[in-house]
């Protein structure tokens, strides 16, 4: 995996050849599966020699998941440790609120005698995961060619919402996190006042995240059910509560033509274009926006790519900028392990 020359990522480690072969464990923190990865750098980029998953909750903390990695895999004085985290990372510390793990850089440092360990919010691990990526890995929504010079918006439903960007400074792409996905959301119509009123007597306060994440589509969905009495088949109730929510959601919508399972997903895209409008202009995201997480991966098919585009340019006065920024969908998953690996081979002089 060597970096895309359309992403030009802020790398200055990649000039000192000091980076290259090196070893390097890369390791992505989800609250039900944890995966982890062996990597040695080189060329600009990194190659992934290995690579397992393991139950989050099986473990007491992640040095305990780290520790039987490197056993299982025979490894022996691996230089590098670099961790993506569904949450914020201060002074190398971390408590996300998904995961039941206290993380700290000094600890795995100290412990397995890395000489350098990186940690970093999931999304803008994907952001550098993502600079690694070929076209083809790239979907288009709207484009006018491709990416062009400016900030980038990285918006990614899935556990939760994840959202980062890219600065450009002039030259380079900067990753950089946000928690913007914790922001509240806010109703525009009568029956979204109505969804609004039902979340607020589960959640209190209610965020984004509790719209465009796997909970946010199930929240879309019994509010359907439950509030708009939408009928529900008898066998859909069973698929969904013994399956993958958000596949069987979306089979149901493609292959039965199911009516609540076609408005939860239309739904769900109105506010996902809604909150890449408000993304998009809080960043001032000229250069593009790219739409990341496992939901879309799932649905991508479903989406109408022009009734998307359509709802995320409207504006009161920054249409003209909004109709002209493209959007893609990244069609791949493994952006925030490689991330993480990549940014600890080369962001260092």
Not at 29 to 43: A, H, K, M, P, V
Not at 63 to 77: K, R, T
Not at 224 to 230: E, I
Request: net charge negative.
């Amino acid at each position: 995996m060597n970096l895309n020359p359309k992403f030009p990522l802020y790398l200055p480690g990649v000039k000192n050849n000091t980076n290259d072969n090196v070893s390097i464990i890369g390791a992505n923190l989800r609250e039900d599966t944890t995966t982890i990865g062996y990597y040695i750098s080189g060329n600009a980029g990194i190659e992934l020699q290995l690579k397992k998953t393991y139950i989050t909750k099986e473990y007491a903390s992640f040095s305990d998941v780290l520790a039987q990695f490197i056993q299982e895999s025979q490894l022996e004085n691996v230089k590098r440790l670099g961790i993506s985290v569904p949450g914020p990372v201060i002074d190398g510390k971390s408590h996300p609120a998904r995961l039941n793990w206290n993380l700290d850089i000094s600890e795995y440092q100290e412990k397995f005698g890395f000489e350098k360990v990186n940690m970093l919010n999931d999304q803008e691990a994907a952001a550098y995961g993502i600079g690694l990526l070929d076209d083809s890995e790239l979907d288009a929504i709207y484009t006018s060619g491709y990416l062009e010079k400016g900030n980038v918006a990285i918006l990614a439903p899935g556990n939760g919402l994840g959202e980062a960007g890219y600065f450009f400074d002039g030259k380079y792409l900067r990753p950089f996190a946000t928690e913007g996905g914790h922001s509240e959301f806010s109703p525009r119509t009568n029956v979204e006042v109505e969804f609004y009123q039902f979340l607020n007597n589960i959640y209190g306060i209610v965020s984004w995240e509790s719209v465009l994440s796997k909970t946010g589509l199930f929240n879309i969905y019994r509010f359907l059910r439950d509030v708009k009495r939408h009928p529900e088949p008898e066998w859909l109730a069973e698929r969904l509560a013994n399956g993958n929510f958000t596949e069987e959601l979306y089979k149901a919508a493609m292959e039965e033509d199911v009516m609540i399972c076609k408005i939860a997903l239309d739904t769900f895209l109105e506010f996902l274009a809604r909150e890449a409008n408000n993304l998009t202009l809080k960043l001032k995201a000229t250069g593009g926006l790219l739409i990341a997480g496992d939901i879309p991966q799932i649905i991508r098919n479903y989406i109408d790519r022009d009734k998307f585009y359509e709802k995320f340019k409207i504006s009161d006065k920054m249409e003209d900028m909004l109709k002209n920024i493209p959007i893609y969908i990244v069609n791949t998953d493994s952006i925030s392990i490689n991330g993480a690996a990549l940014y600890t081979a080369y962001f260092t002089e």
